[in-house]
């Protein structure tokens, strides 16, 4: 009891985050992970998930990892990543999933923020360490061979099993450093704790999970997405991951067939993949109960076209490193009626649109997300400004993004704060023009940026990915939008390119798309 005679939970003293010690004790035989690269061998029970956390666990409390040790991964998709995770929480000490996708560069200056005391490597990853940015950092590679002095992993699975000795938690212990996207700066580390992971489960089980449920992981585990959109919820409730090492769309969608798999999230981009890859009319998607869409509104035409084959309910989701990343999230039967939302607030999330001044906006109005709720993280890795910057003193997260909500609660991303633009005064957001874009039908791709305009101060530079078979110029897309936008949203240039340029998680790389506004500029001589 507090002073006020309150009941209160002393929750350091919670048992709070073995997961594959209650796997291993309630569904012991039971599949729990599907790693897809090594075939038969592949298939692991939640039994085998304890004994390989345990062996990883000992070997790394041999190797000096005490509690709040860092602990660095450097790998593809695999049953590893997962064995990290959880031989790091039996541990207390914190997983650290490095970018792939950095430059190597870059990925020197994640590590020596972060100083693991051990690095766990794939071997066709070893080219992008910088021995120097390690320090003492021991280092293990997956598979192969890796970089000079490291133990294989296979040795370390051949080790002790012993079940770890249970251990006291708190709530606000931290569990893994995620880097955000990084698509408009420098990658900061959000501290993800037990208690964040925990309500995440807890409002993805309210809303959308069910025990015994089969999902397909693709996403990199360097990623929420990977890691704590569906695959930890899922494992937390005997559900079964299948997880491909990396993406690929023909792959996926043999596996959602052949594992008779329940639900699925991927971005915009991976759906279009799938509807274009071999087989598409033909695979046997009737295990899925709904779709996931995230990272960036689901186009109308994409969800027709996949609609007008499989009758699977699509669902649009919304989340972020630092919160949830389960935050907004509707019921299939809103999919088609609410098309463009992302749904309402899930259960323990609290919602606001608000001004410039911090004040509520009324239903219509676009205003920023600020989110606030027990699935918030605990601000940035040794950035206390970021954190001061990012969450206010009453809790409150201040996403950056810009939405709206209708009269039922319904919210809209439009986009990006830092990628609205103002064109002669007007806001300008490219998330309308890029859905606009996409109704073309030659159009797959599109995305907007905001460049500087002599005259109106800024305009919008587009650029889009035809499909296969498109031939859609320039001049036909511009006058395609003129149909439907007013003027001052309608792009000055509009840029035809073979590729998108993407993040690892699917997402649009802006930063790129506004140097080769820039250099496009420039080589027409405005500014």
Known sequence: MDRRGRLTLRTSHVYFGDWTARGAHYWPDRVAVVDVAKGAAGRFTYRDLEARACRLARWLSAAGVQPGNRVGLLALNGVEPLDALFACAKLGSILVPYNWRLHRAELAGCVRRTEPEVLLHSAELAHLVDPAALGGARLVHLEGDGLPGSTPYAAIQAGDASPIPDRPFDEREVLALLFTGGTTGTPKAARITYRQVAWNTFTTLVHELRPGDVTLTHTPMFHTGGLFVYTLPLLTVGGRVVVLRRWD????????????????????????????????????????????????????????????????????????????????????????????????????????????????????????????????????????????????????????????????????????????????????????????????????????????????GEVGHAFVVLAPGGSAGPEALLAHLRERLARYKVPKRLTRLDAMPLTAAGKVLKTELRRLAAEAAQAEGSP
């Open 249 to 456: 769309a023909a792959e996926g969608l043999r596996l959602l067939a052949e594992e008779r798999a329940t639900f699925f999230f991927a971005v915009p981009t991976q759906y279009q993949q799938l509807l274009e890859a071999p087989g598409f009319a033909s695979a046997d998607l009737s295990g899925l109960r709904f779709l996931t869409s995230g990272g960036a509104a689901l186009p109308v035409p994409l969800l027709e076209a996949w609609q007008r084959v499989h009758r699977v309910p699509f669902k649009q989701g919304f989340g972020m490193t630092e919160f949830g990343p389960g935050i907004f999230s509707m019921e299939p039967a809103d999919a088609a009626r609410k098309a463009g939302s992302v749904g309402r607030p899930n259960q323990f999330v609290e919602a606001r649109l608000v001004d410039e001044g911090g004040r509520e906006v009324a239903p219509g109005v676009v205003g920023e997300l600020w989110l606030r709720g027990p699935a918030c993280c605990d601000g940035y890795f040794r950035d206390p400004q970021a954190t001061a910057e990012a969450i206010d003193p009453q809790g409150w997260l201040h996403t950056g993004d810009l939405a709206r909500r209708d009269a039922e609660g319904f919210h809209f991303v439009v986009g990006r704060r830092k990628d609205m633009f103002i064109s002669g005064g007007e806001n300008v957001y490219p998330l309308e023009i890029e859905a606009a874009l996409l109704e073309h039908p030659e159009v797959a791709l599109a995305a907007v940026v905001g460049v500087p305009d002599a005259r109106w």
